[in-house]
Every structure is written in structure tokens, then in C-alpha cells.
């Protein structure tokens, strides 16, 4: 009677499997491995090795706290000859002695998550069952059959691999673009993120659907962008827009994902405060990326929120030029989400590929604050009938804007309709490098076109369609507002309102121009500048140009991170009294953030980062702090805490201990906060050698 086959232990490769299956950054300590493809382990037996003529072994594969096989969720499959693709499969690569050479298949719609791993070794109908490893398992962008398949390694280097990135802010007049650490595949991210999906509401009130729906990035990225804010559940962060940050962190502070993964994790799934709507996106794209799903940050400008779902953002404003809060819908100076690739098979065909995912808690889906996923495309094609929230992402990128005025005697007039005035510079990062992408014409046909407002008309079928009437005195009078070369914070300047009478007729009027501060999503703050001048006249044929002086001592209190102020000029005609209104949000540029690299950038060898900055204010910084962190550079971040004051003009300078720890692009990320001037941005790129 042959003696009974026992197993004594595994290797699991860590090194192979996690090359071969792009894991390396995860496999260090750990099996992770990606679904739809095979992966190696050794299995060593105690006492003799297997023998296939007396020897029979079967393997049980569980994932969740209740796995069951109708659920998708346990498998138990035989030893065989060959690899079968899309199941889940085991087959012998060779044999040495006692250890025995396996490769392990999975399907492609597998779900992903934690699993066990255990093998029922039967000799002579007796029957051992062994506790042979764990492992986790990821979406597979590499595999065909994945839901999430990319077929170009270009884009699945960047959108799945890339631990870095770009997130651009600022106004589509001036773009900004500030430096992310995405840090997907840092210690104790992927336990983080998993976590995510247990700590979900679905999970807790049914983990065996929950678990089996995991296998669907459908349901994961749409579970995710419920869990990635806090509103109605235990989600990781607190959206805060008030500038009141007392107890927690400013939204423009962070520079990276992990250290809020970090915070959430630690602090036993405690919400992390604040959150804004890139914070919110760049937390999501680290979640998606580290479970295998490509995903990319993406900010648009000029962002309606359009809480009534007829597609038109109407915005009042009275004979001072201030916004009706009550009245007026906002529209977002930029809104950021993300995008997530992936197949719709529950879509009509063609709507596969990006998904406009919103975790960022503006309005409720399906009774949760989520949004997504959505097909771009279908987006585009104005078929908002599809699910999820496709209506709220078209009037993001395509509603059309009413201004009206209301006048002392409490009646309103209508100025214009705009319809090309959301949706601007849609924008994420370029594939490779760090520069801008402009994907406008993924979200909409050009602004104007038929084909555009054809999609206008389809999504906005069962609503009222305003006449296209751009302004009504095109044919007289021309505003616009042209502002200084250089604006930087600190410094005083001015912003001239121009004035075109194009007509053949003097025009006799009274205008206004108003500077205020502005956050990003559009809540105005107090004034900084303002001139009147009630009678004005503008010859015929001509262009007047008024200067309005903005002055650094007006606007230093009240300037907040977004460093944004919005020009408006209100002009009426003194015979017709018809009102004219332009508009232009203005950035004040920080000061630059000088990085510089001393030492060899080679694996394991310390390098010094010398940070510098100059204060260019008229009055000294107080409370100086850089903080600096880098995917496979640092481990966390790095906090220098300066004590004495900054003077007017002066360059403080610093430096910071870097650790490399593999080889190939990494991006050192700064940033530099004080009293009165904060979330300065500064990143390098760093190439690391063997």
C-alpha cells in the first residue's frame, strides 16, 4: 500500500510571478498574480514525491467569507496534462524528487480579491487536505478575454503602471498643472484598497453577491466611487469647499494618494479630512490602478453642475454684477474626475472603453452619492438613457448656460444664452510625458457643429430649448477683458476692461467693473477691486480701454488656495437700459519651486534633494513647511519643518534624504505651505540605475 502523499510546502515564485504578471511592486512578500493567466508555484511533499499512477490531486480555490461554487466564488478542478484557458486550471511543468511543478490557471471573469488556495491529495482512496497558499488576484489589462483588456502597452504603462502623474487646475485661460503621487503599488496599499471593497454597504449586507460581483469592474469601480467619499458610509474622504480646515488638511495640500490611504487605514476606516474633487479623483485612480483597472484623472473646464437635469445652467445676477446664490445653478471654474477603461457588454455595442467615473459627492445615484461608470461615448452621442448618471456627466461637458440680470424693481431680463461656454479644454495627461492632453472631442463633437447640437437635442429631448441668440447688441457693442502678461501672487497689477463700439452711432452708458475672489468651484468671496463710471460715452467706430488697478493688499486676505479672482464687467445702455456682461477668472501664479538632485541616482544609494524657494511677498512667511514624498523614493512622506521667518524676497533652501528603491522613472513631488502663501507645487523627475 503506497504511503500517503503529504504536503510540506509551497514556493510560490514571488520573484517570476510577479514579473511575469507586472505585479513586481505588490510581489515582494506576497503572491499577486492577475486573472486570465497562468502562474508557477512548487509544491514540496514530505517523504516521497507524487506519483500520477497512485496519486490523484485536486485544488479548491475560495475567495470571501462564504465561497460557494454557484456564485463564481470556490472552484474545484483536477490536476491535468495541459493548461485549458478560461477556467480554472492546474498542470504540471516538471518534477524533481519530492517537488513537484505546477502552473495555476484562472479565468478571465474570475473575481478579484484575496484567495486560499488548497490542495486534496488522494492516494489509494485516502483522502489529506492541505492548506497550500494564499493569493491575491488582480483585473488583467494584458489578457483579451479581461473585461479591462488594453492592447496598448504604451497606455497600459501609464494607466495601470504608472505610480505618478499630472492633475491640472487652474482656468483654461491659464492652465496649472500640479504633481500627483498616485503610489498604487506602495506597502499596504493593495490591503488598503481591498478593504475599500469590504468596508462597501453591498458587502456588508450581502458578502456572498458582493464577493461574486467582484469579477465585474462595472461593479467594482462603481462601488469604489460610492466608497472613496465618506457620505454614506465608512468611505475614506470628507469633502470640505468652506476654506475652514481647521481640523484636518487642506484639500490643496496633499500631494499623493498614500499618505490619505494611509490615514484612512490607520485611523480603523475614520474618514480623512478634506477632500475636493481632484483630491477625490486622484484616490480613486490609486484604487483602480492598484486593483488592475486603467484609470486617469481627467479635469474639465468650465464644469456645470446642473441640479435640475434639464441641461441648462442659469445663472442671475443683479445690477451690482453678484450672483443670485438662490437663483443660480454653478458652474465649476474646473471639475475633476477620473476615466476607467473597460468593456460594457451590459451597454449597446460601441460604448466600450473610457468610463466617466465622479466620486466627488455632488448628487445622489440610485440613493448613494456616486457617479459612473458612464461611456464617454455614449456621452458624446448625447444617449443619457444609458446607464449610470449619463445625464449629469452630458451637462458637465455640454449644458448650456442662460444668463439673466434682475433689476431694482425685482423684474429679470434675459442677457444671453450660451452654448459654448461648458465643457472647455477637457484635459489629462499625455501618454508618456507631462504634458497636457487635450480630449475635447472625446466628450463632444465641436462646439456650434450640427452633429453637436444634434446630441444637444437628444439628450435634452423632454426639455425646453432656449433660442441660440450669443448677445443681442453683437451688432453695437463688443466686451471683453484682457488682463497682464505676468499675474503672480503678491504682486499688484491691472486688468483693462475693452469696450467696441462697432456700430456707426455714439453709445452713451454706465459701467462697472468688479474683482472678487473666487474658489474654484465657482463661490465668489469677498471684493478686491471695483470702478463705476456712470456716464460713459464710446465714439462711433472705436475701442475704449478702462484699466481697473487689482493691488496685492486688497486681495491678500481673501485670496485662497484656487488663487483665483474673476473680473465682471456690467455695462447699460442709458437709452434702451439693455444690460451687456463679460466675464474672465484670472490665475495668480505661485512662486516656482527649485529642486535639485545631488549624488548618483542609482538603486539603494542615498540621494539629497535640495528644495528652494523665494518669498515673493512684501512681508515675511511664517511657519514654513515643505513636505516631500515619491513613489520607490521615499518611504511616506518627509515633513521639514522651517522656524524662522522668511523675509520679503529672500530664497529659503532645504534638503531631504531620498532611499531609491528599484530602477527606472520616479517623481520626486513638493509641496510648500506658510501662513501666506500655501500650496506651492514642485516635482523633478528622477531616472534611478541599477
Known amino acids: 500500500m503506497a504511503k500517503q502523499l503529504t504536503l510540506e510546502k509551497c514556493d510560490l515564485e514571488y520573484k517570476k510571478n510577479g514579473k511575469s504578471h507586472w505585479t513586481s511592486g505588490l510581489c515582494r512578500d506576497r503572491l499577486v498574480v492577475r486573472r486570465g493567466q497562468p502562474f508557477s508555484i512548487n509544491m514540496f511533499f514530505q517523504g516521497r514525491g507524487f506519483e500520477a499512477s497512485v496519486d490523484k490531486l485536486y485544488f479548491i480555490v475560495e475567495t470571501g467569507p462564504y465561497p460557494i461554487e454557484a456564485a463564481g466564488t470556490k472552484a474545484k478542478f483536477a490536476l491535468s496534462d495541459s493548461v485549458y484557458e478560461g477556467a480554472w486550471a492546474a498542470s504540471v511543468v516538471g518534477q524533481e524528487g519530492n517537488m513537484l511543478r505546477l502552473t495555476i490557471s484562472s479565468p478571465p471573469n474570475a473575481p478579484i480579491g484575496y484567495y486560499k488556495l488548497s490542495v486534496e491529495a488522494i492516494t489509494e482512496s485516502q483522502s489529506n487536505t492541505f492548506s497550500a497558499a494564499s493569493f491575491t488576484l488582480l483585473f488583467n489589462p494584458w489578457c483579451q478575454a479581461d473585461l479591462v483588456y488594453m492592447e496598448n502597452d504604451e497606455f497600459r504603462k501609464e494607466y495601470v503602471m504608472n505610480q505618478h502623474g499630472i492633475i491640472f487646475q487652474g482656468s483654461y485661460k491659464y492652465v496649472n498643472k500640479i504633481p500627483w503621487n498616485f503610489g498604487q503599488f506602495e506597502d499596504g496599499i493593495l490591503d488598503t484598497c481591498i478593504e475599500l471593497l469590504d468596508m462597501s454597504p453591498k458587502f456588508i449586507k450581502d458578502p456572498s453577491h458582493d464577493c461574486s460581483q467582484r469579477n465585474n469592474p462595472v461593479y467594482v469601480s462603481r462601488v469604489m466611487s460610492a466608497m472613496v467619499n465618506c457620505n454614506d458610509d465608512k468611505g475614506i474622504l470628507y469633502g470640505r469647499w468652506d476654506n475652514i480646515y481647521n481640523d484636518g488638511i487642506n484639500p490643496m495640500a496633499w500631494i499623493g494618494s498614500v499618505d490619505i490611504l494611509r490615514k484612512w487605514k490607520k485611523s480603523g476606516c475614520q474618514q480623512v479630512k478634506y477632500g475636493q474633487c481632484w483630491v477625490f479623483a486622484a484616490v480613486a485612480c490609486t484604487v483602480l490602478r492598484c486593483l488592475g483597472i486603467p484609470a486617469r484623472v481627467i479635469t474639465n473646464y468650465n464644469s456645470a453642475h446642473d441640479s435640475n437635469a434639464n441641461l441648462i445652467i442659469e445663472v442671475i445676477t443683479d445690477e451690482a ?16 474626475w477620473l476615466e476607467a477603461w473597460m468593456a460594457r457588454p451590459d451597454l449597446q455595442p460601441g460604448y466600450n472603453g473610457w468610463q466617466a467615473i465622479d466620486p466627488t459627492p455632488q448628487e445622489k445615484s440610485e440613493g448613494t452619492y456616486c457617479c459612473g461608470p458612464s461611456s464617454v461615448k455614449a456621452i458624446k452621442n448625447g444617449d443619457v438613457n444609458t446607464k449610470y448618471d449619463a445625464p449629469f456627466v452630458f451637462a458637465e461637458v455640454n449644458a448650456d448656460v442662460v444668463n439673466w440680470i434682475r433689476k431694482g424693481d425685482g423684474s429679470t431680463e434675459k442677457l444671453y444664452t450660451k452654448t459654448a461656454k461648458v465643457g472647455l479644454m477637457i484635459s489629462t495627461k499625455a501618454v508618456g510625458k507631462d504634458e497636457r492632453e487635450d480630449i475635447t472631442h472625446n466628450y463632444k463633437h465641436p462646439e456650434g457643429s450640427h452633429e453637436e447640437r444634434e446630441a444637444f437635442k437628444k439628450a435634452n429631448h423632454t426639455n425646453k430649448l432656449y433660442p441660440r441668440d450669443e448677445y443681442p ?4 457693442l463688443k466686451l471683453k477683458i484682457k488682463v497682464s502678461p505676468d499675474m503672480n501672487k503678491g504682486n499688484d497689477f491691472d486688468v483693462f476692461g475693452v469696450i467696441n463700439n462697432i456700430s456707426t452711432m455714439e453709445q452713451k452708458c454706465q459701467l462697472m467693473i ?21 456716464f460713459l460715452n464710446i465714439e462711433p467706430v472705436s475701442e475704449k480701454k478702462i484699466p481697473l488697478r487689482i493691488q496685492y493688499s486688497n486681495y491678500r486676505d481673501h485670496l485662497n488656495e484656487s488663487n483665483l479672482i474673476k473680473v465682471k464687467m456690467l455695462l447699460q445702455l442709458h437709452e434702451s437700459r439693455t444690460f451687456l456682461l463679460a466675464e474672465r477668472d484670472i490665475y495668480l501664479q505661485n512662486p516656482e519651486i527649485k529642486i535639485r538632485i545631488l549624488g548618483e541616482p542609482k538603486k539603494f544609494r542615498k540621494l539629497v534633494a535640495e528644495l528652494s524657494v523665494k518669498n515673493p511677498l512684501q512681508i515675511p512667511l511664517l ?20 522656524n524662522e521667518p522668511v523675509e520679503p524676497g529672500s530664497t529659503l533652501t532645504t534638503r531631504v534624504d531620498l532611499m531609491p528603491q528599484w530602477r527606472g522613472l520616479h517623481k520626486l513631488v513638493v509641496n510648500f505651505e506658510s501662513d501666506k502663501m500655501k500650496a506651492v507645487k514642485g516635482y523633478w523627475n528622477v531616472i534611478i540605475g541599477d
Open 514 to 534: 468688479v474683482a472678487r475672489t473666487v474658489s474654484y468651484n465657482g463661490q465668489l468671496g469677498p471684493e478686491c477691486s471695483r470702478k463705476e463710471m456712470p
Open 321 to 336: 454684477g453678484k450672483i443670485l446664490k438662490k437663483d443660480s445653478e454653478m458652474i465649476w471654474n474646473y471639475h475633476c
Open 473 to 476: 447688441l453683437d451688432n453695437m
Open 623 to 642: 511657519g514654513a513647511v515643505f513636505t516631500v514624498e515619491g513613489a520607490g523614493l521615499t518611504q511616506g512622506q518627509k515633513i521639514i519643518e522651517i
